[in-house]
């Protein structure tokens, strides 16, 4: 069972940046698809990006052209380099691995203030 770590969350400005990492244990971490998910208090758990074990990616319109997600598989790593946020990117930021099952962090609290 792959066990995943989040960091990097915080409190930033408008128009700022951070970068979130996820950190996986496991030995199988490269057939994985990994992905970032949020979830906004009173709101549903929504799709950031993922990126599959071949390197394709995917992102929620919102986070297009603002997010980047990576991963390092010698690592064991996935990151999501955030630019320009939002106070609407304000949210608990979950790391997911998916193969056959779904595996999740505890999640980073990314507040973005105005």
């Known amino acids: 069972q792959e066990q995943l770590v989040e960091s990097g969350g915080g409190l930033v400005q408008a128009g700022g940046s951070l970068r979130l990492s996820c950190a996986a244990s496991?030995?199988?971490?490269?057939?994985?698809?990994m992905g970032w998910y949020r979830q906004a208090p009173g709101k549903q758990r929504e799709l950031v990006a993922t990126i599959t074990s071949t390197g394709s990616t995917n992102y929620a319109d919102a986070m297009k052209g603002r997010f980047t997600i990576s991963r390092d598989n010698a690592k064991n790593t996935v990151s999501l380099q955030m630019n320009d946020l939002k106070p609407e990117d304000t949210a608990v930021y979950y790391c997911?691995?998916?193969?056959?099952?779904?595996?999740w962090g505890k999640g980073t609290l990314v507040t973005v203030s105005s």
């Open positions: 997911n691995a998916k193969r056959i099952e779904s595996y």
């Open positions: 496991g030995s199988v971490f490269s057939i994985y698809t």
